[in-house]
């Protein structure tokens, strides 16, 4: 006598479905399809229906274990066939997304969750990490590292939050080769307000080796206010002629400004 297990596991190799193949068509995961073929857990009625639809088989017939022939005679794939599908399943998980998410939540989101893979197709899928902790290809929580992060801390080839770093960051404090917000550092450096880097564009202080701003230090500096490096400039001497213009400047902005100008080259 087969029981569930053995009738789905037959049937859906007759078919020539993976298990992720026979996962989509039923609209659920991996892990429950091969839960079923384990006898771990049982599908509910909705699925064996769709399994019975799908297979050409009736419920009774997966159900109960006492019918042994679906209504189409079936024959077993060869044993090569079976072992060879078996290893191409196991090599085919090593570019499956590899998901986890904590038990533990907090304001309904898991503290931990990450969704990563390195295959082309699950990187187009935009399976995305939600959570407090958010790790993945595309990352969305408090903290997100990943390809595509969106947090109040965000780092990622692409990230945009409160504290952002990346390839490409924005933020209210940015920091990467292209970054833009209030607050920008990078090589070329946008800020609304402060900017330091190579090409800095700052609405209040620029710092770079090409610098436009209200205040602006550099080699080539346009603004209101002006220090060009000449041969060269002291970090007391960018801080003095900061302070001169900007009196009230954060005192740990003012010194990471000075460092930048007395540090173009």
Not at 26 to 48: C, D
Not at 66 to 78: G, H, K, S
Not at 220 to 237: F, I
Request: glycine content about 10%; aromatic content about 8%; some cysteine.
């Amino acid at each position: 006598m087969k029981t569930f297990s053995e009738k789905l596991l037959e049937l859906r190799r007759r078919e020539g479905l993976s298990q992720e193949q026979l996962a989509d068509r039923l609209g659920v995961t991996r892990q429950s399809v091969s839960k079923w073929e384990s006898g771990a857990a049982a599908p509910e009625l909705s699925k064996l229906v769709a399994l019975s639809e799908l297979f050409s088989v009736s419920v009774d017939y997966l159900v109960k274990d006492r019918l042994e022939n679906p209504e189409r005679p079936t024959e077993a794939p060869p044993p090569s066939t079976a072992k060879l599908e078996e290893q191409i399943e196991e090599i085919s998980r090593f570019f499956r997304a590899w998901t986890w998410e904590s038990k533990a939540t907090l304001f309904g989101l898991p503290l931990i969750s990450i969704c990563l893979s390195f295959h082309p197709h699950m990187l187009r899928s935009r399976k995305t990490a939600r959570g407090i902790i958010a790790i993945g290809n595309i990352a969305v929580g408090v903290v997100a590292l990943g390809g595509l992060s969106v947090g109040i801390f965000s780092i990622g080839a692409f990230s945009v939050g409160a504290l952002a770093l990346g390839a490409l960051a924005f933020g209210l404090a940015a920091l990467g080769p292209v970054a833009a917000g209030l607050l920008a550092f990078g090589p070329v450096a946008l800020g609304l307000w402060y900017a330091g880097g190579v090409a800095a564009l700052g609405g209040k202080i620029a710092v770079g080796v090409a610098a436009v701003g209200e205040t602006a230090v550099g080699y080539d500096a346009a603004g209101k206010h002006v220090l060009l490096w000449g041969s060269g400039l002291t970090q007391p001497e960018v801080e003095a002629f900061l302070l001169e213009h900007h009196p009230s400047l954060w005192k740990p902005l003012l010194k990471l400004l000075a460092v930048f100008g007395a540090n173009i080259k």
